[in-house]
């Protein structure tokens, strides 16, 4: 059995670590609540993209652009997203993985050597160039300052190789954020760009809360679709649109931008759930950690008792015998 001085040092070591994960928590919450807020700032624009798309579609839904036209497969290109730093659960764990299984199945039908990796994080660009992937730069500094301008640089270099047959399919992979305590990894192709099944993908967030409770969560959500149904019905918008000079123009200029919108949005997700990944872990490590000093407490108290019992007998004991 350990002694009291031993058990003293180890719940000093305890409290020292919940103060850390304490704070890391309330850090991690303060930067969850500024990324949905950045991703609250776009979603008015990916409305209006989304419903002009859509009200083209449906005016005529043969136009085509050379960003939506499928070719046979030789190269491809993956766009990843990760953190730049750790204590996040398994996300990165997670993005790595998903990454991993891709390039081999890809690398069966056209080879690693033709596919092309575009980190955006610093662990997947450490993990990628240590498995020798093709790593097409470094682009770290985006999860720590997201940019849409830097986005859209990806994006004009990816469709610009595209457009010149250097690669015939773009992938991302990233987590998708729904709410504080659900990110779902996902895998989508970004080129061509399928746009009737972009537009009809899910588009639910939960961007007005941290709480990672099921309970809070199922309220704040029939509450947020109540008033969203209310905004909607009191903002039609019209449809009557006249396209100069013709569909397939306007669509050429409209592509680049909905896939400029794509990756912003998918680096906003991957961003948001960076920092609600980590503060569930660190509030899961303030829990253990609280878990963990009661029972040294428990045990603290226990040895002391037992400690004291030990002295009074000795003492009883030797005044008997005197």
């Known amino acids: 059995m350990p002694s009291l001085k031993e058990i003293k040092g180890r719940i000093a070591s305890v409290q020292s670590t919940r103060k850390i994960t304490s704070a890391m928590k309330m850090v991690a919450s303060s930067k969850l ?7 609250q700032n776009m979603l008015p624009y990916e409305t209006m993209l989304e419903h002009i798309l859509k009200s083209f579609l449906a005016a005529e839904a043969e136009a085509q652009t050379i960003y939506d036209q499928e070719r046979p497969v030789k190269r491809v290109a993956l766009v990843v997203f990760s953190s730049n730093s750790s204590l996040c659960g398994g996300f990165n764990a997670n993005i790595i993985k998903l990454m991993q299984h891709t390039v081999e199945g890809l690398s069966e039908e056209i080879g690693v050597k033709n596919i092309d990796i575009y980190p955006i994080g610093r662990k997947v660009a450490e993990k990628a160039q ?3 992937y093709n790593v097409m ?3 770290s500094n985006m999860v720590d300052h997201p940019n849409v ?3 859209i640089e990806i994006a004009m270099d990816l469709g610009r190789r595209f457009a010149d047959g250097e690669i015939d399919k773009v992938e991302l992979i990233y987590h998708h954020f729904k709410s504080a305590g659900s990110q779902i990894l996902t895998s989508k192709t970004f080129l061509p760009i399928d746009i009737e099944s972009e537009l009809e993908r899910d588009h639910e967030r939960d961007l007005t ?8 969560q199922d309220y704040l959500k029939k509450n947020s679709r109540k008033k969203e149904y209310r905004e909607n019905e009191t903002k039609p918008l019209n449809d009557n649109f006249i396209v100069e000079p013709d569909m397939n123009t306007v669509l050429s200029q409209l592509m680049p931008k909905m896939a400029h919108l794509m990756l912003y949005t998918a680096l906003l997700d991957s961003v948001a759930s960076e920092h609600a990944a980590r503060m569930v872990a660190m509030q899961t490590a303030t829990d253990n950690a609280d878990e963990l000093l009661r029972q040294l407490n428990l045990q603290y108290n226990k040895s002391r ?3 004291i019992t030990s002295e009074l007998l000795d003492i009883v004991g030797g005044s008997v015998n005197n």
């Open 305 to 307: 008792q037992q400690a």
């Open 33 to 39: 609540h500024h990324a949905q807020v950045a991703i």
């Open 137 to 139: 730069g470094n682009f």
């Open 209 to 216: 809360t941290n709480m990672v409770t099921k309970k809070t």
């Open 130 to 132: 240590k498995l020798g």
């Open 149 to 151: 301008h830097q986005c």
